[in-house]
């Protein structure tokens, strides 16, 4: 019997790039091909977002090109965009089958369709709430090109804080959580196979909860691993306590550097989007961070033109953020989701939409801030030492070769190294880098040390 062969392709957040990491891996333990994705697999995976209007429709164009470059081939939809409009993707000719996001665990139906010669598509989107604990993933499979460097581990799912603008309850589900012993067996196994650092993922990770345990109690256990760095990706601001930050202070494992969601700098615009806390309270928590963790970074999420925001509003939320002492922005347009809270407000007339090229201007204006915050930030280290863990090689002329890899507090660091001693492949090697000044856009350069 021919080998069944599978390739994948995901959109959007890294708690994606984990579980279908896992999924494809479930797939292989079964006898499976890895493929890729120009390879005219048997089965290609689409993993999609739906978290903005723009993330569907670029969802939609993948679709379409994959089908069109690879026929022949069973294509699976799956995730959050699949979770919210499976019939529309089940319309689009070529797909195969289209599964939620917790049905897309479920490794049965990729073989169930596969051995099929029905072409009408396989729907299974269950509701997510039905799940009771989040489904295990990490990104187990190595990329090639990075070689094992950093492995995404998914310790929760879903959220319960229920913002206005929000799609991800209805996609994700309320909180929930991977129970602790599974998260402790794949944080091992990460470990055994020989990746150097471990990136938390959720969509709420401080959120964690398996009985008694919570993130603290978490990461603690988590330290024990032999890994050299564990990565904490996003954190709300209500959940940044004071015990959080004095581990990540303390820590020689815990890396200094999150991502802490803002949305919006106006007190009124947080409270009709149903955030749960104000400007000052955001302000408080941050210096909190800046000033224990040494060399600590955090990014900030920032949310142009939501509905109803003022001209005062917005200068308000501009003057807010340039004082703030964060090292880089994720700047996002609005996007009013079905089925959200907002969109019946929109729909109520209750609240209105800004016209687009006044939301297209207040986000390239917010992006410019941006570009500033992230070059203030980086060219305080300039001269400095910083540990670098390397993942991606470029070669240059006259054989040199430019190296480039990721500080404890996440800045994009590159070296040229030539035949010298002691250089070689660095590709999952940690080196101390000192830094020379700035190289392409906001990207650090600097030196190797012996």
Not at 128 to 138: G, I, L, R, S, V
Not at 341 to 368: D, N, T
Request: aromatic share 6%; proline share 4%.
């Amino acid at each position: 019997m021919k080998q069944k062969s599978v390739a994948a392709v995901t959109l959007g957040c890294k708690v994606n790039y984990a579980e279908t990491s896992s999924i494809v891996d479930m797939l292989l333990s079964e006898g499976w091909h890895l493929n890729a994705i120009d390879d005219r697999a048997d089965v290609i995976i689409i993993h999609t977002c739906a978290v903005t209007g723009e993330a569907e429709r670029k969802s939609r164009q993948q679709i379409r090109k994959i089908i069109r470059n690879n026929p022949g081939s069973r294509v699976g939809v799956i995730g959050c965009y699949a979770q919210l409009d499976p019939e529309r993707i089940a319309a689009i000719e070529g797909v195969s089958f289209v599964l939620g996001t917790t049905d897309k665990f479920e490794i049965a139906s990729y073989r169930y369709k596969l051995s099929l010669d029905n072409p009408a598509p396989l729907i299974k989107v269950s509701p997510p709430d039905e799940a009771k604990t989040a489904h295990p993933a990490c990104s187990m499979l190595s990329q090639p090109e990075k070689g094992r460097t950093r492995a995404f581990l998914k310790i929760q799912d879903g959220c319960s804080f229920g913002c206005a603008y929000c799609s991800i309850p209805l996609a994700r589900g309320r909180s929930r959580s991977v129970p602790f012993s599974q998260v402790l067996d794949r944080a091992r196994k990460i470990a055994d196979a020989g990746y150097s650092e471990i990136v938390l993922t959720g969509i709420n990770i401080a959120d964690y909860r398996d009985g008694d345990i919570r993130l603290v109690a978490l990461l603690r256990r988590l330290e024990a691993i032999d890994v050299s760095r564990i990565r904490v990706s996003s954190v709300e601001p209500q959940l940044l306590d004071d015990e959080l930050i004095d581990l990540v202070a303390s820590s020689g494992k815990i890396m200094p550097h999150f991502h802490l969601p803002l949305q919006s700098g106006s007190d009124k615009v947080l409270r009709s989007m149903g955030r749960h806390y104000d400007t000052a309270f955001y302000r408080e928590r941050l210096d909190r961070a800046v000033s224990s963790i040494r060399d600590c970074a955090i990014g900030a999420d920032v949310m142009v033109s939501y509905p109803g925001e003022s001209d005062e509003e917005f200068e308000e939320m501009c003057r807010f953020i340039e004082a703030l002492p964060v090292a880089y922005l994720h700047v996002f347009t609005c996007s009013p989701r079905p089925g959200t809270r907002l969109f019946a407000q929109i729909a109520e007339k209750r609240l209105v939409r800004i016209p687009s090229a006044e939301a297209s201007a207040r986000a390239a204006r917010l992006g410019a801030i941006g570009e500033r915050i992230g070059c203030r930030f980086a060219e305080t280290f300039i001269g400095r030492r910083l540990k670098v863990l390397f993942e991606e090689s470029v070669a240059l002329a006259g054989g040199m070769v430019q190296w480039s890899g990721y500080s404890e507090n996440y800045l994009r660091v590159s070296v040229e190294t030539g035949a010298e001693a002691g250089a070689g492949d660095l590709r999952g090697r940690m080196r101390e880098v000192i830094i020379d000044g700035f190289g392409e856009g906001l990207h650090l350069k600097g030196r190797l040390l012996s």
